[in-house]
């Protein structure tokens, strides 16, 4: 629980989350492999619990998106269900937030591989756990937002949830072994990341710390470009099926790059860090994710400097990430709008 994003005044409390980025290993990690994944503070989501509707019942509102509804009126929507799984496991009733509104705001761009969704879910667990002065661990927040994560996404690995709600860099490893893969059918395949993915949220959260050795500096250009993240990763499973010999190639070559960026990011070896990234875009190229205009991105980035480019998350659209550091970031910024980035931000990453 991280009490310092949450401040109770009088009848309000409020609590945030950060956004994340993949650093690496996306798509693989949907099969077992390693990867890594960061949280990005100074781009968050709030969640403002307040009294005084009127005892309307619970309310949550989405001022950006002009929503307001009633949970209880609406409990099959997915952050209503949310709020309902978070009372039930704080042993609270609906009723005693009978007077109460939250209000959900966000800078987290949506949809760009930033995990807006997963951060708005966990602000929203920890005003209402904070509130009712129950603070739950964060493995038990991240097994919430899972829950609510899969209602948008099927069955997203779940690196989402866990590095928001840890809010720190983590080493994220599902382990689906490789021949009770390759000899499951599609249901039972699906059968067994559920179970695995219900024991690992449960208990053993495939979740450990990472250290840093040097800050990182990086910058993110924005495709513009929308692509749900079920898409590519249905047509990895799909390409996948049809080859499996060369897809898990694929995806142990990802598993080595995640595993020597580790060793870079915790000595703070920059120069081999961009050169990991690179080779990752060059993977995740052969698996059929990436496109011409986050190509443009990255070329354009490692043009202007950059130690390495890739793109992050799903792919298809989305984001990309480049690595640069305080001299060539404003340039690589630069060189990304001149080549049609829709957003770019820069951050760094401790
Ligand atoms: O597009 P995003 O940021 O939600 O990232 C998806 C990451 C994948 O590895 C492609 C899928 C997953 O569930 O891990």
């Known amino acids: 629980m991280h009490q310092s994003h949450i401040t109770p005044a009088g009848h309000q409390t409020r609590a945030s989350a950060p956004a994340k980025l993949i650093l690496c ?19 968050r989501a709030y969640a403002a619990l307040e009294r005084g509707n009127g005892n309307r019942g619970l309310h949550i509102a989405v001022p950006d ?40 705001t966000s800078n987290i761009p949506v949809a760009g591989g930033l995990g807006s969704g997963a951060a708005v879910a966990t602000a929203l667990v920890r005003a209402v756990s904070s509130h009712l002065e129950r603070p739950l661990r964060a493995d038990a927040v991240s097994e919430l937002v899972y829950s609510c ?4 996404h099927g069955t997203p690995s779940g690196i989402d949830n866990a590095v928001i ?12 072994s490789d021949p009770e893969r390759s000899e499951a059918t599609d249901q039972q395949m699906l059968d067994m990341e559920l179970l695995h993915l219900a024991e690992l949220t449960r208990s053993k959260t495939p979740v450990e710390p990472l250290s840093i050795g040097e800050p990182l500096t990086l910058v993110l250009g924005d495709t513009g470009l ?13 390409r996948w099926q ?22 870079a990011l915790s000595s703070g070896d ?37 130690w390495g480019a890739k793109l992050s998350g799903g792919g298809w659209g989305g984001i990309m990430l480049a690595l640069a550091d305080d001299d060539t970031s404003s ?14 931000h820069t951050t760094q990453v401790h």
């Not at 709600?165 to 689906?176: D, L, M, N, P, V």
């Not at 929308?226 to 799909?238: A, K």
């Not at 080779?279 to 070329?299: C, D, R």
């Open 25 to 43: 290993g996306e798509h693989a990690v949907v099969y077992g492999r390693p990867a890594i994944a960061l949280p990005l503070n100074d781009l």
């Open 65 to 104: 998106l002009q929503g307001s509804w009633q949970v209880e009126a609406e409990p099959e929507h997915p952050l209503s269900e949310l709020v309902l799984s978070t009372l039930r496991r704080l042993r609270a009733a609906p009723t005693e937030l009978a007077d109460y509104t939250i209000t959900i």
């Open 149 to 152: 994560e899969q209602r948008y």
């Open 165 to 176: 709600a840890h809010e720190q860099a983590i080493w994220f490893e599902r382990g689906i």
């Open 226 to 238: 929308r692509s749900e993240t079920r898409l590519p990763v249905g047509e990895v499973r799909r």
């Open 242 to 263: 049809a080859d499996p010999v060369a897809y898990d190639y694929l995806f142990n070559a990802v598993g080595s790059v995640v595993r020597q960026a580790r060793v």
């Open 270 to 306: 920059i120069t081999s860090l961009g050169l990991l990234l690179n080779e990752n875009q060059e993977l995740l190229e052969h698996m059929g994710v990436s496109s011409p205009e986050l190509e443009t991105l990255i070329e354009a980035a490692r043009s202007a400097g950059a």
């Open 331 to 344: 340039d690589i910024a630069e060189a990304l709008r001149q080549a049609g980035a829709s957003q770019v």
